[in-house]
């Protein structure tokens, strides 16, 4: 079957390469312990949209470009492959940086997706989608996801079938 594979924090350590980032920019000692939402900027303080910020700032640094595997996650995914399974990379990263994650992800985990789709969640311009959205697009019932807005998105959606 078809599933969907999230990138940050199954694929790519990134929260780990951020905090780096943040650390290093704005002063603070943050550790992967102190992340107690997936809504950052109640962690960070400031806005929503500023936090949005402090990620496009992030995707051009070289923290992004150096952002490391999960540990176990090519092993993962290499055994659903032998098993038959299609997977499909589904991120809700931004448009802008197609390219960077596609040559990551040619990189650390070659040959393991049929494709890669940017739901542009938190992008600061173009059209955004929701994972559900693209999922059932793709034929998509079943998604690895770390983010609980994405997880009852597609979880409140399951079973439902692409019509045209
Ligand atoms: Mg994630």
């Known amino acids: ?91 809700a990263r931004p448009h802008h940086i197609a390219k960077k994650t596609e040559d990551w992800l040619d990189e650390h985990f070659p040959a393991v997706f049929s494709g890669v789709r940017f739901a542009n969640t938190y992008g600061l311009n173009g059209s955004k989608h929701k994972k559900s959205d693209l999922c059932i697009e793709l034929g998509i019932a079943t998604l690895v996801e770390d983010d609980p807005r994405h997880a009852t998105d597609c979880a409140s959606r399951g079973g439902q079938r692409h019509s045209t």
């Not at 199954?10 to 943040?22: K, N």
């Not at 107690?36 to 929503?48: A, D, I, N, Q």
Request: proline share 1%; glycine share 10%; aromatic share 14%.
């Open 1 to 91: 079957m078809r599933i969907g594979i999230d990138i940050d924090e199954i694929l790519a350590a990134s929260l780990d390469a951020m905090l780096d980032f943040h650390n290093g920019t704005y002063g603070t000692n943050l550790k992967q312990g102190d992340i107690f939402s997936y809504k950052l900027w109640e962690v960070w303080g400031g806005s929503e949209e500023e936090a949005a910020q402090k990620w496009h700032d992030f995707y051009e640094t070289d923290h992004f470009a150096g952002v490391c595997p999960i540990a176990g996650a090519f092993a993962a995914m290499t055994v659903l492959k032998e098993r038959g399974h299609e997977l499909f990379a589904i991120t």
